[in-house]
């Protein structure tokens, strides 16, 4: 393997914060030196576009093509991205390989007219570009007036600093890579407001076959991790998820077990069906599935007609 290992990465604050971290992690298990790596910022399409929601320019893979691109053609060696901007299909010849073990995957409320979304006051403005949180807002609170945010975590806060909005809801995973924990004025709990599946983890990406690569990542693989968001993939893929389908997902591992919860609602928030369910944790992906299917069965074949 060549002496400099190229790490590919979004050049947003917080995708830096992520390729920073693989790198130390990997500096760590191995023993290497700061200047056996470089990290390649690629510029995605998912970063240029901030004028419309991503469900109208083509989705999550806006985030990861042009790295995507950049893999296959061997200018990076590793991706590393967040685990829930990539999609549920890779491109041919590409795998993730390994997930660092998960943050906080809570999301969290940052408001300045309130310290809570129950205590906004009637018809207040809440900034999000996120199907799913817009969807879980009007379930909350249908009188709240939702409004489209898009940008990396600077951008969304300043917009709020701006009076664009009174609330804004970000992921508390990101919040404490970037060091930004005191802006947060109420975490979402779980039960009420889920996350999107693979929120908190952060996922590398690399050529198949590439048996060098795969030995570095193989050591800082966390497989509790990796079994957690096999099973929310797996829910996701089977729900035919997308930017365009507000899906929740969220499932931990313990005694070998894999505990799993999931949500569909639909993008007004008047309709939600819920599914829970275990089982051994190697068979997490099967979990997953099982988990789309049941919830499937409950909403009905015209749960998603007209907004899919």
């Given at each position: 393997?060549?002496?400099?290992?190229?790490?590919?990465?979004?050049?947003?604050?917080?995708?830096?914060?992520?390729?920073?971290?693989?790198?130390?992690?990997?500096?760590?298990?191995?023993?290497?030196?700061?200047?056996?790596?470089?990290?390649?910022?690629?510029?995605?399409?998912?970063?240029?576009?901030?004028?419309?929601?991503?469900?109208?320019?083509?989705?999550?893979?806006?985030?990861?093509?042009?790295?995507?691109?950049?893999?296959?053609?061997?200018?990076?060696?590793?991706?590393?991205?967040?685990?829930?901007?990539?999609?549920?299909?890779?491109?041919?010849?590409?795998?993730?390989?390994?997930?660092?073990?998960?943050?906080?995957?809570?999301?969290?409320?940052?408001?300045?007219?309130?310290?809570?979304?129950?205590?906004?006051?009637?018809?207040?403005?809440?900034?999000?570009?996120?199907?799913?949180?817009?969807?879980?807002?009007?379930?909350?609170?249908?009188?709240?007036?939702?409004?489209?945010?898009?940008?990396?975590?600077?951008?969304?806060?300043?917009?709020?600093?701006?009076?664009?909005?009174?609330?804004?809801?970000?992921?508390?995973?990101?919040?404490?890579?970037?060091?930004?924990?005191?802006?947060?004025?109420?975490?979402?709990?779980?039960?009420?407001?889920?996350?999107?599946?693979?929120?908190?983890?952060?996922?590398?990406?690399?050529?198949?076959?590439?048996?060098?690569?795969?030995?570095?990542?193989?050591?800082?693989?966390?497989?509790?991790?990796?079994?957690?968001?096999?099973?929310?993939?797996?829910?996701?893929?089977?729900?035919?998820?997308?930017?365009?389908?507000?899906?929740?997902?969220?499932?931990?591992?313990?005694?070998?077990?894999?505990?799993?919860?999931?949500?569909?609602?639909?993008p007004d928030g008047t309709q939600s069906h819920e599914v829970k369910l275990q089982g051994p944790a190697p068979e997490a992906a099967r979990i997953g599935e099982e988990a789309a299917r049941m919830v499937r069965a409950k909403a009905g074949k015209k749960f998603f007609d007209g907004w899919?």
């Amino acid at each position: 393997m060549q002496t400099t290992l190229k790490i590919g990465t979004r050049g947003s604050p917080l995708a830096l914060a992520q390729a920073h971290e693989t790198q130390a992690r990997l500096m760590a298990a191995h023993g290497m030196p700061e200047q056996a790596f470089e990290v390649v910022v690629i510029s995605t399409s998912g970063d240029r576009i901030q004028d419309r929601p991503l469900s109208e320019a083509g989705g999550k893979g806006l985030f990861t093509k042009e790295i995507e691109e950049a893999l296959l053609a061997r200018r990076i060696d590793i991706a590393v991205h967040s685990s829930k901007d990539m999609p549920t299909v890779l491109p041919d010849g590409l795998e993730l390989s390994a997930f660092l073990p998960r943050e906080d995957a809570r999301d969290a409320f940052v408001g300045k007219a309130a310290k809570k979304i129950g205590d906004l006051p009637q018809g207040a403005k809440v900034g999000s570009s996120s199907l799913r949180r817009q969807a879980l807002i009007r379930r909350m609170r249908p009188d709240i007036d939702v409004v489209m945010f898009r940008g990396n975590v600077q951008t969304r806060l300043r917009k709020l600093d701006e009076g664009i909005a009174d609330g804004t809801i970000l992921a508390f995973a990101g919040l404490k890579r970037l060091g930004l924990e005191h802006v947060v004025t109420n975490l979402m709990p779980l039960d009420v407001f889920p996350p999107a599946p693979g929120q908190g983890a952060i996922c590398i990406e690399s050529r198949i076959g590439d048996r060098d690569v795969e030995r570095m990542l193989t050591a800082i693989h966390d497989l509790p991790t990796g079994q957690a968001l096999a099973c929310e993939r797996a829910f996701l893929s089977a729900l035919d998820g997308s930017c365009r389908t507000p899906i929740a997902g969220h499932a931990t591992i313990a005694n070998e077990t894999v505990f799993f919860a999931g949500l569909i609602i639909s993008p007004d928030g008047t309709q939600s069906h819920e599914v829970k369910l275990q089982g051994p944790a190697p068979e997490a992906a099967r979990i997953g599935e099982e988990a789309a299917r049941m919830v499937r069965a409950k909403a009905g074949k015209k749960f998603f007609d007209g907004w899919v």
